[in-house]
């Protein structure tokens, strides 16, 4: 093998730090250990049982050939028709194509802007994939360092502080991992405006929507005067409980769709089938109502595991908003976040994920905790941590 | 929109000309024509349903969370084992890994292996999707015209022939698509073991196994001295019958593996779950009972098309061994057979796709036929058109 070929840019793609952290906790686990999960940014329950029945009747019925490229037309209507209802956003069918997870809608999007070369600005910390789809399309990432003075996000001022031309793609995520803090309406719009003179699209990562708490839920696409270079990408994986179906879906600007459809046919074909009929199931207001239970559970989960921290003297770089992650700042504890990781592990029993893996601005000194088990859980790791952190 | 910038490479990207076609046999279909679709590359029996018991089983047991990016472990051993036991082929389940259909896995090794420049070859007819990966890679297409002299494959003597500096993979597949036809293993060898001292991969595209016809179902794994430059994809929508499920696995040596996983845990995250559950039932042997019998209907239809089209006088170019194709030589009657098949689904009301889909050599030339449909029907098929061409 030494001497076939391997892509420098596959050569340079890194692994999630977190995947070391798991792997470990899975040994430990293995070996009798009973380990918190803080470390994992995926709901706990499984999908809802009616969506699981629609899906059933949809087998039944032999729905399990392709659908068109751009998805099943009653879902995109249906779609449509969420936007209008629960954002008050109108936003045609004919701009929404699902795609087989978010991460197949941000690859489309940014392989139909990007030339070789071409800038995309994003933050750090933020979503590690978003640097590697760039890097893989031979893009350069413009990384803007963001901290608590900003809500851990970019604005109208940091990119315009830190615009450069050849920037073609701004990606922001509202909420956002890992810090789960969201950017204002205004704010959104205001950054669509400055870029739209440049000729250069905001992309909004929405996939984290509906997860937002003592605040109501948004979406840029409900702002009257947007521009026509707002791209959004949103899943069902995250407030639809739905992970492993593989399914998210985009917006974009109509002039864009023709060559997102061609590039679609080539590159995945379609989404799966049969996650589609249990998306338009997950989307009645039945199922939208027990989706709303659970995210009133992630709220007190939320609230349990704030507490339990600020009770214990810990540092929260910023109050998160949505989502289910907490950025703790450990800046007091350590210089090395990723060893205290893996301390964590090892003596506490409980996984957490190193900032390493969001960046590398002041990543040394934060670790997320991802709050997707029970509050008694949570409160539980908390006090495994503290205890262990009192023999240091 | 005008100034909004787009990518070269997607905006070079082809749709595929038959979906004019489709669309056009769509819209007669709503007028209330009567359409034999012979032109879609996808069966018309629904998956099995045993296989979704199997997925409503995992649903009620709540497994709809992601699974490891290579895949569940169950399913890669079972893919081992099954390699064992079917193809008589030693593959470690160490070296499988579920793609998200063998698109994915395609994208996944060209993105693996290719720098901007790199040289693909492939044959001209072949699937359309494969140059569109290359050229999205900024890799070079280096384009082999073959015909009936040589299967319309390749062979050891004619990558020889046209082997140049630069090329990092060849693609092949067996059987094909458009023409059905099976390299013979010896050769596969040969061509592996020269691409082997050029530093080169061969990659297989295996993604019509199982559907062959009067000769044994194989894998080139099977092959005791293979070197360690062969990459395989395969699929389960085809042979078993689940297009939708979105579905595929690749076979590569165990150092790229690690590569894959890091690539895959960015651009894909995992493969659909509830598929993977799917696939792991579709595997058992009651199930591949029930698709043998598929495999003799194909086979039926393969036969009522061949007698059909052998009875009306029409050139096949080629005996198709496999998948379920047929490439249909109408040099006779036109030089322009992207016009014959809309002249056709018009006036005869049967949809087929020309030649131009796959390639630019002999192209107009040819039309595809796909015998995804009962034999009356395709009897019918030719019927009609045998009728048409007698008016023109």
Redesign the interface.
């Known amino acids: 093998?030494?001497?076939?070929?391997?892509?420098?840019?596959?050569?340079a793609?890194?692994?999630?730090h977190v995947?070391k952290i798991l792997g470990e906790a899975k040994a430990l686990e293995a070996a009798g250990q009973d380990i918190i999960h803080l470390e994992i940014g995926?709901p706990d329950f499984?999908?809802l049982p009616c969506v699981?029945e629609a899906?059933?009747q949809a087998?039944?019925a032999?729905?399990?050939?392709?659908?068109p490229t751009l998805g099943l037309p009653a879902l995109r209507q249906k779609l449509a028709e969420f936007y209008g209802q629960f954002y008050h956003a109108q936003v045609p069918m004919e701009r929404i194509m699902l795609t087989?997870?978010s991460?197949?809608g941000l690859?489309l999007l940014l392989?139909?802007?990007?030339?070789?070369g071409?800038k995309v600005m994003l933050t750090d910390p933020s979503y590690?994939?978003n640097r590697?789809?760039v890097n893989?399309l031979?893009g350069q990432v413009i990384s803007v360092p963001v901290d608590a003075s900003s809500q851990y996000q970019l604005n109208s001022d940091l990119l315009q502080a830190h615009w450069q031309e050849g920037i073609?793609v701004v990606m922001v995520a509202s909420p956002a991992n890992p810090t789960g803090t969201v950017i204002e309406q205004t704010e959104l719009v205001k950054m669509a405006q400055f870029l739209a003179k440049q000729?250069?699209?905001l992309l909004v990562d929405e996939i984290y929507q509906g997860l937002v708490y003592q605040r109501p839920a948004e979406s840029i696409l409900a702002h009257p005067n947007l521009p026509?270079?707002v791209l959004v990408i949103n899943s069902f994986s995250k407030f639809f409980g739905?992970?492993?179906?593989?399914l998210g879906w985009l917006v974009a600007?109509?002039?864009?769709m023709p060559?997102l459809?061609?590039?679609g046919?080539?590159?995945?074909?379609?989404?799966?089938?049969?996650?589609q009929y249990g998306a338009l199931r997950v989307l009645e207001p039945d199922a939208l109502a027990q989706l709303e239970e659970r995210r009133q559970a992630f709220e007190m989960r939320r609230n349990a595991l704030l507490n339990a921290m600020q009770q214990a003297g810990w540092q929260v770089s910023v109050q998160p908003q949505g989502a289910f992650y907490v950025y703790w700042d450990v800046s007091n504890l350590t210089d090395n976040a990723e060893q205290l990781a893996l301390d964590i592990l090892h003596h506490a029993k409980v996984a957490v994920t190193p900032g390493k893996d969001f960046g590398e601005f002041k990543a040394k000194h934060h670790i997320r905790l991802a709050y997707t088990t029970s509050p008694e859980r949570l409160t539980e790791a908390v006090k495994r941590i503290t205890d262990y952190l009192a023999t240091r």
């Open positions: 093998m030494s001497h076939l070929p391997v892509s420098k840019t596959a050569a793609v890194q692994p999630f995947m995926e499984p999908s699981h899906v059933n087998m039944q032999g729905l399990t050939h392709y659908t087989p997870g991460s197949s690859q392989t139909a802007i990007l030339n070789p071409d590690p994939c590697q789809f893989l031979h073609k000729n250069a699209y026509d270079n739905m992970t492993g179906w593989r600007p109509l002039a864009l060559i459809d061609r590039l046919q080539n590159l995945f074909l379609a989404a799966p089938t049969l996650s």
